[in-house]
């Protein structure tokens, strides 16, 4: 009998695995919500000898439970639970709504009730940027955890020729926090006979239908063209699936900030190319320079540490310049505290001519796993980073943005290709999408891509997005 139930247990847990979802967000919501608040209190008790004053704690715990309501209320009002399918700038964006507006309803009642002058408005102005903070820390990590399980997202079928379907597969998988899960597929031509990365493959429209209503499957995915959706095929899709998404093919334009309009029952999409527009560019200059200050002043006692290490684990220079290229193509210095001996150059030369492994590694991805040529200090440094810190000067000077693509080499314009084009459209940058996305693992044709997204893509948003990962990534010990 326990042996019959396991199954059932399993089967009820899948059908309901949304409101599992529901449950843990919710959670993590109350939980980040409530450190925000009690946080910005304990600052400000702590403040008391130097501020004065007195805290009222049955108050803050009455306006807490309060802001919780209208920050879970909004949450739910605006999609978030369980927020399937957004991307995570999207998500920022929505909790910054979310809370700024939970903010403005409890201050409201507060000032109905009379009870503004005994809250302590220090509080009330901390608890909202900590509020936004641990809740877009808490989802990521909450995301970023569970969406490895099988269980985590929405399952869905995906219908297509196996040529077009299977890179969907791929970056359905890649990108799982978006949560929806391949679980099926059907090549409408019945050529496909293999799994793709373990999807299976459905052989008919009619089994595929039966399993659909039998898994409850609500969704599905169309990969082909939009020349190829007939009517038959579309109202056989619409019959079955509830909700259908067409993928379309890659465009050179953005597709983070697409939105569609009806030109009066014709589908058109608008995509917005926020690089072109000068006054974000400058906000994102006047982002990158204040971020930049603030951390030389508060790093600067490591530069000096690290230079000392420097100096005395190898001879050599403390600080290592680079020719690299710049925004239109020009030529700047990059500064970098040395990693390598002094010899380096020579020491590739030699390690390329006598190793055929080695060679080719270096050939594709224009960098080596194994470098004998990098330093003992220089290990750590680039282990957590730390050897790109003098670049924060290029960011003051102009060379540099604090975000932005990985800065290429002059060697490297002719392996750039086509993409070359619209990467040094802009200034390079310390950090980037490539570094927190890829890194090691990728190639240096996936480097490119991934950089042309990131311009394509570009906003705020991604910026303040790149920096959560890559405080990340540097903490994990993986470097940029």
Do not use: C
């Not at 959670?27 to 130097?50: E, G, H, K, Y």
């Amino acid at each position: 009998m326990a042996g019959n139930g396991k199954p059932k247990l399993r089967t009820a847990f899948l059908h309901n695995r949304n409101q599992v979802v529901n449950l843990l967000l919710v959670l993590v919501d109350i939980i980040t919500i409530s450190m925000a608040v009690l946080l910005a209190t304990s600052v400000r008790f702590l403040l008391i000898p130097v501020m004065g004053g007195v805290i009222h704690w049955s108050l803050i715990l009455n306006g807490l439970i309060l802001f919780l309501i209208f920050s879970i209320v909004l949450t739910w009002m605006n999609g978030l639970y369980p927020g399937f399918g957004l991307a995570a700038v999207h998500e920022m964006q929505k909790i910054l709504y979310v809370v700024s507006l939970a903010s403005v309803f409890l201050g409201v009642f507060l000032f109905l009730q009379q009870l503004g002058e005994a809250y302590s408005r220090f509080i009330f102005l901390l608890s909202w940027p900590l509020s936004i903070l641990l809740m877009m820390l808490g989802r990521f990590a909450l995301r970023n955890r569970f969406s490895r399980f099988n269980w985590w997202g929405i399952p869905m079928v995906v219908i297509g020729s196996e040529e077009r379907a299977a890179p969907v597969i791929d970056k359905l998988f890649q990108n799982r926090r978006l949560g929806f899960r391949p679980v099926f597929y059907f090549d409408p031509n019945l050529k496909a006979t293999q799994p793709i990365q373990g999807v299976q493959v459905v052989p008919s429209k009619e089994e595929l239908q039966n399993l659909a209503t039998k898994s409850n499957i609500k969704h599905v995915v169309f990969t082909d063209s939009m020349e190829e959706v007939t009517s038959s095929n579309f109202h056989w899709m619409r019959d079955v699936f509830p909700n259908i998404m067409f993928v379309l093919k890659t465009s050179p334009f953005g597709s983070l900030w697409v939105r569609t309009i009806d030109l009066h029952g014709t589908l058109a999409i608008e995509t917005n190319y926020h690089l072109l527009n000068k006054q974000e560019t400058i906000i994102k200059r006047v982002l990158d320079m204040f971020l930049t200050i603030l951390l030389l002043l508060v790093s600067w006692p490591v530069f000096l540490l690290l230079a000392l290490l420097i100096r005395i684990d190898s001879k050599g220079p403390i600080f290592y310049k680079q020719k690299r290229l710049g925004e239109n193509g020009e030529l700047f210095d990059s500064l970098k505290f040395r990693t390598m001996h002094h010899d380096s150059e020579q020491m590739l030369e030699n390690l390329l001519d006598s190793d055929a492994q080695a060679n080719q590694e270096f050939e594709e991805f224009h960098k080596l796993s194994k470098d004998p040529r990098v330093t003992r200090v220089g290990r750590f440094l680039r282990r957590y980073s730390l050897d790109e810190m003098p670049q924060f000067f290029n960011v003051l000077k102009g060379d540099m943005n604090l975000i932005g693509p990985r800065s290429f080499l002059p060697r490297e314009l002719t392996a750039m290709g086509e993409y070359a084009q619209i990467i040094l459209k802009v200034k390079p940058g310390i950090t980037g999408w490539w570094q927190v996305m890829g890194r090691n693992a990728t190639s240096f044709k996936e480097r490119l891509q991934l950089d042309e997204y990131y311009i394509s893509n570009w906003s705020i948003w991604l910026d303040i997005y790149i920096m959560i990962k890559t405080v990340w990534v540097i903490i994990s010990g993986n470097g940029l």
